[in-house]
Structure formats: C-alpha cells, structure tokens
C-alpha cells in the first residue's frame, strides 16, 4: 500500500500550461525530490498522498519561467533572494548577457562602462568562472542561473586597453579564458557591440571566440552593433558571425531604435525568419517602449525622453527627467548627460506597434533586462513577465496565455539547452508557478518601479516552495545550470 506521503508536494484542480503551447487542461500535479513525478487528470492524485497540498482552484499551473536576458551576476550572490524575479514567476535567469558578466575577472580601478552596471571594483572579485560557481553554490539563490561570459569582461582582463583593437596575442588570450569558463560550466559567450568596450571587435575576433562554443555545446548572445539606424546591417553581421563559427545565435533584446527606425521590424522579423530557415537563431524582448543602460551623452538624443536611473556624482537625480534638469541648468540634454556622469538611463525610443509585432513574433523569447543594482531601475525588473501575461496576453489579446507561456519556458530551455526544464513533464525538474490569469498584473511604473506584481500564488524552484506573496521568498533552492545544445 502506497505511502500517505508519497509526494513532497501536490498541487490539484489547476489550469495546466504544460510550456509546449498546447492548450490548457485542468489537472493535478505532484512533486517529489526535486522533480516532476506525476501528472493527471483533475482530482486524480489525492492531497492525503503529500507532505504538503495546494487547491489550485482553476488557477494556471505553468513550468517556471526562464528569463532569458538579465545582468542579476552579482545580485544573486548579494541579493540571493532575488525577490524582485521570482516574485514573478521567474525560476531560471541567464546571466552574463551584452558582453557584462562578473567573472573571470578581477580589476585594480573602476570597471569601465558598461561593467559598471553591475557594480564597482570591488564587485569584479573572481579572476576564474569556477570561482564564481562555487560561491554561487555557497549562496544558494532562490532562482537558477545560467551563465554566460562577457566579451567586454574578456576584453578589459586581458587588454591594457579594451577600447582599442585587440591583438592577436589579446585574442589569444581571450581564447583561453574562455574556453577555461566553458570547461567550468560556462553556457556561453555575449557580445556587447554596441559598447565602446566591445565596438572595436570586428567580426574575426567575435568569430575567432564564438567558435569555441560548438565543442562545448554553447550559445553566442548578441547586443549588436547598431539597433538604430544600421538594424539590418547588424542583423547580417551577427548572422554572418554565427554562421562562421558555427554556432547558434540569439539577438538581444531586439528593438528599431529612434524615431527614424519606427516601423522597421516589419524589416527586421522577415529576415530574422528567413535565415532561421538555414540557420540556429533566437531572439528575446522585452515588453515595454522604454529600455535602460548607461547614460552615455553619445545615447542621447533630445527628442527622445530619458530618465535618470543612478548616478554616482548627484545621487538625488535618480528618477529626474534628462530635459527638465536641462531645462533647469540651460543646456542640452547631452550636455546635462555629460555634466552628471557616471550615470544610468532609461531611454524611450521605441514604438508600441514595433514592440507588439517583436513579442508576437514566434522566435521571440521574454527577457527582462533588468537593472538591480540602479536606484530607481526601469520597472521591467520587477514586471516583465506578468506584463506579458497580463497586458499583452490577456488585456490586449495579442497571443494567446498558453503562446505567453511558450515564450517564457519551452522556447527558452530549448534555445539555451536545458534539458529537463520549461516544459511541464514526468521526471523533469520541478520548476513551477501558480498564478491567476484573471489578475495577474505587473504593478511596477516608471514612477514607481519597486514593486511585486499581483496575482501569483506560488512558485516552486527545484521542488522547494520558494515564493508566496504573503511571505515572500520562503525557501531558497536554485544553483547553476549548465545549459549544453546539440549543434
């Protein structure tokens, strides 16, 4: 006779969106040691059977979400909670992303823009990547992390000057740290074409470090050159790279940007489509017009709305609007930019029917790209994924929950080669949350960005019940997660 504890964990009568986009069917789901153990029929598995039982009610029971493009490095070792992700029904982050990660690295002065969004000197202390794995495994976070190494990070360890052209002995060099953090657990390797860093890579030296990626299974992501008036020429150079070293590619938080470049993703989509017919390519975003980086006086434009998000010389002006300082001091907005650097901003650059048509697109995964460690972050730390869900998903109708719900899981293990996550499945891993598709609602606001999204009931990392929002984070279960595709 079964035991009456059988399972660490049942979850009954709930919506079950299995990842796959198949539609939704009412269920039950039980959890033991860590993984996935049963799935059935509403009212088939008994709650007399578990340690602990939960009454979904109709609720959605989807796989945890995998946000596919972060820079939590060094949150989830400072801040292991990371309330602010798995308050949404976040269970994996990819980390490392737009050439920034935290390790190998160790600096002797301030890291160079944009490194320095993930903190200050201090913040770059693990010269190798098996050093940052064991502390995040000390840690132990309450979300998963998959590991990417960043080109810019490459560049400023090996280069008495990153902001000029590497050498091939620079090159060489960089060849080896990578390939030591790949052989660590690594998943892969991000460029930041766009940074001053990174921009005097041309395409021999990102292939000549991509190519490392196949043996090891790995993925190359890519904040491209240029995402505002030279979007195709970039998409052809990321592709061309790629295909070169033979490695599958995703396009960062792809976005038209400018008021020049509205309306080309009606450009930009086809041929994204196109070349995934012959060749391994992905793409996230996320779901806002507004995105947020450094504030570089060379980013601004006067005709754009920009806020500030940090800045180290006035910390006060965090939340202030660029024009309105300008305004305030006589000057342009780049002058102000100048005046008050180092700084963070959130850029408005995008158009809505540009955003709606990339997160339609059936490429695109979701990825917040948010900023922890900025005073006043863009509100996409906190609300990406419910605003997906919610606003898009349900209020607009602009796919279907289960289609939001692909995005946010299959589509993404699938990409970055987790095998046994996204997907709802006997004897996959227990990544899980609980929500209402009724109320499910980002509440986090450009005024207002520091606050947890309504409507989620529970989320469930590795088997371990690690969120409810009366109790906020109640256990804490993630580790690294070494992501290997077959290419």
Partial sequence: MPSPTAYDLVIRNALILDGTGA??????????????????????ISGERARTAIEAEGMALAPGF??????????????????????????????????????????????PPPLNLLGGRSAFEFPRFKDYAERLASVVPSVNVVPLIGHGSLRALTMADPMQKADSRAIAAMRRHLAEALEEGATGFSTGLFYPLNAPADMEEVATLAELLPEHGGIYATHM??????????????????????????????????????????????????????????????????????????????????????????????????????????????????????????????????????????????????????????????????????????????????????????????????????????????????FDPARIKDTATFAEPIAAAEGIACVVVNGVVSYRPDGGVVGRAGRLLRGRRLN
């Fill in 23 to 44: 539609q939704g069917r009412a269920g039950d789901l039980a959890i033991d040691g860590g993984t996935i153990a049963r799935i059935e029929d509403a009212g088939t």
């Fill in 66 to 111: 995998i946000d596919a493009h972060t820079h939590d490095d060094r949150a989830v070792i400072d801040q292991p909670e990371m309330t602010f992700k798995v308050s949404q029904g976040v269970t994996s982050v990819v980390v490392g992303n737009c050439g920034i990660s935290l390790s190998p690295l160790t600096l002797e002065g301030a890291p």
């Fill in 225 to 434: 050159r240029n995402e505002h008036d030279g979007v195709m020429s970039s998409l052809a150079e990321t592709f061309a790279t790629a295909g070169r070293a033979k490695v599958p590619v995703v396009v960062s938080h792809h976005k038209c940007a400018g008021r020049a470049n509205w309306g080309r993703s009606a450009q930009t989509l086809p041929l994204i489509e196109e070349t995934a017919r012959w060749q391994r390519v992905g793409l996230d975003a996320y779901p806002y017009t507004a995105g947020s980086t450094v504030l570089d006086p060379r980013f601004v434009q006067e005709d754009i709305r920009t806020l500030i998000s940090w800045c180290d010389p006035y910390p006060e002006l965090a939340g202030r609007d660029l024009a309105e300082l300008a305004r305030e001091w006589g000057c342009t907005m780049r002058e102000a930019a100048e005046r008050i650097n180092p700084a963070g901003g959130i850029y408005f650059q995008m158009d809505e029917a540009d955003v709606q048509r990339i997160l339609a697109f059936p490429l695109t995964m979701i990825g917040s790209d948010g900023l922890p460690h900025d005073t006043r972050p863009h509100p996409r730390l906190w609300g990406a994924f419910p605003r997906v869900l919610g606003h898009y998903a349900r209020d607009v109708g602009l796919f279907s929950l289960e289609e939001a719900v692909r995005k946010m899981t299959s589509l993404t293990a699938a990409q970055f080669g987790l095998a046994d996550r996204g997907i709802l499945r006997e004897g996959f891993a227990a990544d899980l949350v609980l």
